[in-house]
């Protein structure tokens, strides 16, 4: 009787095993798969987001940082793709190939994360939708909260991005820093991305008010682009 | 380098120094739970890091091209050919990724150019080796008045400062230590 009790338990209890926990059933060393091909492309620079920030004006940033910063954008499509291209060179020692694949996942999450930062500023955002602040006040208790918990991470010492992603096995979003571009990085689709590096602000703030534009900078944050990353990624 | 770069870099120690401080007092809180105090311990090194790696740099650099004795550049420009190819190398390091500072260091028998990623001053120190020249290289060193991508630039307008009677003097001490 117990036995029959427990199993009745177990079956209708709302589980989250790891899909991969128990063994593989009917699995086929010579299952077929179909043919598929990847086009490869290099990074290239994306001259719609670069009009986006240069021709608008962001309170809190001036014209002029936002014109170097994606300056500095520029090189990191540039770099990523001179490394894709040098760690294809059968020429190259394969201690430095090693010592490239290193530094590309520096310059690669550069190029991503500043796409991703540019494309999530608006001038004047309009504020975000009810159910937007409906989810992210589930996990961070209300919208202002969230807003301060991106100021409180943005100020970690050393230089790096607030990032938000989508954890699918969790379903929930997680808020945390990125040492430089890549340490640290949450395995999930990024919602929302800050650069918090010193030279995302050190032209218009002094080095030691960070904080001061992470203030502003939460200010435009363009939400209909965050909430349609989260909608996609869920 | 204007003075805006400078005032501002001054300020940016100041606070390095408040923040050790400040963590210091929270250490002594008997209330602070341990595993939090291990994660306030690492914070304070690396301000403490920060602080030390301030200090080595503005000690070290001089409006006025101070030049090292011969004996001095006898011994250690040899080992790089002469002290132009030291500050070539400290601007080739400072290309490293990210941020950081570029520097000579000495252990008991050798000398290197190497540069130390964000704060991990103990990257050069566990290994033995102590500071003769430290750069900063992290942005707000440079990017008010050399830009975003100016490092390059910055490092190299810095190397024509160093103050090599301090760099001198430190090769001295380690030697006599």
């Known amino acids: 009787m117990h036995i029959l009790v427990v199993l009745a338990l177990l079956s209708s209890s709302r589980c989250s095993f790891h899909p991969f926990s128990g063994p593989l059933k009917n699995a086929s060393p010579k299952r077929p798969v179909g043919t598929y091909k990847l086009s490869p492309q290099e990074y290239s620079v994306n001259e719609t987001l670069v009009d986006w920030v240069t021709k608008n004006n962001f309170p809190g940033i001036s014209n002029k940082m936002m014109v170097e910063h994606v300056d500095l954008y520029r090189g990191y499509v540039k770099n990523a793709n001179t490394l894709l291209a040098n760690m294809a060179k059968s020429s190259i020692d394969s201690v430095m190939k090693l010592e490239l694949g290193r530094r590309f996942g520096f310059e690669a999450n550069g190029v991503h994360l500043h796409e991703l930062f540019f494309s999530n500023l608006h001038p004047s955002p309009a504020s975000p939708s009810e159910n937007l602040v409906s989810v992210i006040s589930d996990e961070f208790g209300s919208f202002n909260k969230f807003l301060e918990r991106i100021q409180i991470i943005g100020g970690t010492r050393g230089t790096g991005w607030v990032t938000m992603t989508l954890d699918k096995s969790l379903n929930r979003l997680i808020l945390n820093w990125v040492d430089e571009h890549q340490d640290g990085q949450s395995i999930g689709d990024v919602i929302l991305a800050v650069d918090c590096w010193e030279h995302a602000y050190i032209k218009d703030y002094k080095s030691t008010a960070r904080g001061d534009y992470l203030q502003n900078l939460v200010k435009i944050i363009d939400w209909e682009v965050v909430e349609r990353r989260l909608k996609a990624a869920m | ?177």
């Open chain 2, 1 to 177: 380098m204007t003075l805006n770069q400078i005032n501002d870099h001054f300020r940016y120690y100041e606070k390095a120094v408040a923040n050790y401080n400040a963590l210091t007092t929270l250490l002594a809180n008997d209330s602070v739970p341990e595993q939090e105090k291990k994660q306030i311990e690492f914070r304070r090194t690396y301000e403490n890091n920060t602080i030390r790696l301030h200090e080595l740099f503005f000690e070290n650099i001089n409006p006025k091209r101070i030049l090292p004795s011969l004996e001095f550049t006898d011994k250690i420009a040899s080992a790089f050919g002469n002290l132009s190819a030291i500050e070539q190398d400290l601007v080739a390091v400072s290309e490293a990724e990210g941020v950081g500072w570029a520097g000579l260091f000495a252990s008991n028998d050798s000398v290197v150019v190497a540069f130390i990623r964000g704060s991990d001053f103990g990257s050069v120190s566990d290994a033995g080796y102590k500071p003769l020249i430290i750069i900063d290289c992290w942005e707000h060193a440079y990017v008010k008045d050399f830009g975003m991508q100016g490092k390059k630039e910055y490092v190299s307008t810095l190397t024509k400062y160093i103050d090599w009677g301090v760099v001198e003097k430190r090769f001295n001490d380690i030697r006599s230590a």
